[in-house]
């Protein structure tokens, strides 16, 4: 629906000729707004005077002299003009309330200055009539999505936008960030909706930065700190010119001016000047390395110093630090070596025998009686060794440039104690009798040979004498015999194949063989088959007497693993496999006289057999005897006891 506006003008009483006409027009002395507050320029770049034209209607418009209007701004309940200076008349129009022609402002329009126009006017009464307004839909979708969406200059949505609007014609614009804007014009029309698909021109594109002649520099770009070091590539960077500048310890601050250009990537290398000097510090013996006091390594060290002068040390334990200033220049290369200087003492060693070998701190340095000269000060442990004789080993400290002695004597022997069970043993030492024991008394360092008996137990051993070793002896002398003896059951228990000949109440021929293992699982198989006849006892069936036999023959193998329970005795489980059968010959006599002859199967024990069957093997000896039970659950469903005797063999 649409308003069809009817205008009625209502005059005052004192308006005869005209619809408009100017009541007063004045110079606002202290009014700030041209030249302070909303100030606008002409086109000469001087400040425009401004023209408050006071009044309660609205839709005017107004034109200028030959110096034309600046702008025009609506304020509630007034517009102001912005004029040039020097401007001599205005028109004022409006499309019901007619035309003001070429009005001359009665004061001089001055630079800067604001005046005040109060206009009466007729009264524009409006009456509404509702009518159907024509209507279409119109839909803006852009890429990429999220633009802003301007209609006639008003912000009403972002894309995808759709709305449905009156028809007419309508100027767009889409404005999204790093995107250049787009501008037009659409016409709706009654006949079909209008669609927009709009391809926004970026605005932007990226960097990719490198350092030389090393990456890992900080980036500013445009003033604000990148989170990230070389190699780097930006993210989106609008079109233009930027400033980067890229920043590393050690080398000199670089700053470079780049240009970005729609949807590409410019990649700059940039040059760095090294600011530092490439220094490598020796140290003999191997040190610790301070430079400017701080730690830098142990024994050897290649790093890198700002140009200038710097302190270099070496420190070392029980050392006099050696300590070196230098001047470095920027992209100078320097080899430098300290040395540290031991702090010694010196120790004469003795010892009573003489020629007892010396060590210090595990080196070897000579025999006793020595001098040992520049070891470093601080605790040592020396060590004395005499082949017959204990060693001695003691801890010293050795004083700076001092001289300090070590005596010492080595002990020839050590009084050791020998204890048997049982006791009262007869004991040789190095073949020689000494006794019974328990025996106490001294034995040379070194190894001895000993001797035990007593009746049915004896033992033959060497003994170390050790000055930091035990210095008692026990022999259980009863518990090794023991344990012979064990050994000895053990070594006779040892695993055999054997062959056997085996009888059950099926088959009255077996044979079969195996292996019996003592520390893993063996095996075993079997063989047995019957054929035979058997007669039956008479019987009644059928309201007849009878009489006859039965033919009985089968054929079995079986396999399986063995275990040894204990010895003698192996548990073994497997599966018999085989085929039975069953036949009978009948002969029935009747009651009137006459007999007859039959001849079938028994279907009950008739076919092919799948059985387990488990039971145990005894070793005695070069003996083996077996005893098995199998289950028939496909047949006759019972249980079969087999019995078995065999030769074992190695």
Known sequence: ?????????????????????????????????????????????????????????????????????????????????????????????????????????????????????????????????????????????????????????KLVGNTPYSKKMQIGKYNYRLEQSMYYNSVGAVTLTKEKKETLTIILKPNFGYAKIITTPENGAKIEIDGKLVNGVTPFTTDKLISGKHTVKVKKAMFSTKVVNFEITDGHTTNLSIPLQPNFATITVKTIPSAAIYIDDVYKGTGIYTGRVMPGLHSIQAKKDKYIPDKKQFTFKADETKTISLYPLAKTGTIDIVSTPFNAKIKIDGKEYGTTPSTVKNLLIGEHIIELDKEGYGSIKKSVTILKDTIITLKETLQKGKYVIIKTNPTNANLKIDGKSIGKTPYSGYLSYGQHSIEINKEKYSLNKVIDVQQLDVSEFYFNIKKIKQDKLREARRLKQKGSKFILYSYDKMSCFGIGGGRLNIDKLGWYVNFKTNHFSKIDTKGYDYNANYTGKINLSNIYISGGITAKISYPIWFFAGLDFGYNSEVYETTYFFADGTKTWTKGPNTDLYGVELNPTCGLYLKYSFLIIKYSISYRFMNEKDLVHQFGVGYSFD
């Not at 401004?50 to 200028?64: A, N, P």
């Not at 003001?100 to 409006?126: D, F």
Request: include cysteine.
């Open 1 to 153: 629906m649409k308003n069809l506006i009817i205008l009625l003008i209502l005059f005052p009483v004192w308006i005869k000729a005209q619809n408009i006409s100017v009541k007063s027009f004045k110079m606002l002395e202290t009014d700030l707004e041209a030249r302070v507050i909303s100030p606008k320029k002409d086109q000469n770049g001087d400040k425009c005077a401004i023209i408050k034209v006071v009044t309660s209607e609205k839709g005017f418009v107004f034109d200028g002299d030959m110096n034309g209007i600046v702008t025009t701004v609506y304020k509630t309940g007034e517009y102001w003009i912005y004029v040039p200076w020097g401007a001599k008349k205005i028109t004022i129009k409006h499309a019901q309330l007619g035309v003001l022609r070429n009005y001359i402002y009665p004061i001089p329009i001055k630079e800067a200055t604001v005046y005040e126009m109060v206009l009466t006017t007729g009264e524009v009464v409006t009456t509404v009539i509702n009518e159907e307004i024509p209507m279409q839909w119109l839909t803006i979708t852009s890429t990429p999505d999220g633009a802003d969406v301007y209609i006639d200059n």
